[in-house]
């Protein structure tokens, strides 16, 4: 089984900054594409970015530029910089990954880190 966890999540101002991590283990595994997603309070889930094995990146066209995504393979870890954070990007922040487990292909999601952006 392979777990997600996320961390780095918590309240910023609006204008700040904010970087989140998630980091997969696990057993027997390998992980494909990465992405990070968020659910705003009575919003559907929505993709952000993601980061393929190779470093290709693919972000949702309103959030390029204030939002990088990032992957270190080695640490199976995945990491969204989000910058010039505004009231409208208070959400719960999760990360997905396509993977390989036990030789059966799925995916996994991270339980979510809270970002209020809030003076």
């Known amino acids: 089984q392979v777990q997600l966890v996320e961390s780095g999540g918590g309240l910023v101002q609006p204008g700040g900054s904010l970087r989140l991590s998630c980091k997969a283990s696990?057993?027997?595994?390998?992980?494909?594409?990465m992405s990070w997603h968020r659910q705003a309070p009575g919003k559907q889930r929505e993709l952000i970015a993601s980061?393929?094995?190779?470093?290709?990146?693919n972000y949702t066209e309103s959030l390029k530029g204030r939002f990088a995504i990032s992957r270190d393979l080695a640490a199976d870890t995945v990491s969204l910089q989000m910058n010039s954070l505004k009231p409208a990007d208070t959400a719960v922040y999760y990360c997905?990954?396509?993977?390989?487990?036990?030789?059966?292909?799925?995916?996994?999601w991270g339980q979510g880190t809270q970002v209020p952006v809030s003076s």
């Open positions: 980061i393929s094995r190779s470093g290709s990146t």
């Open positions: 696990g057993t027997n595994y390998l992980v494909y594409e």
């Open positions: 997905h990954a396509d993977l390989l487990a036990g030789g059966r292909p799925g995916g996994a």
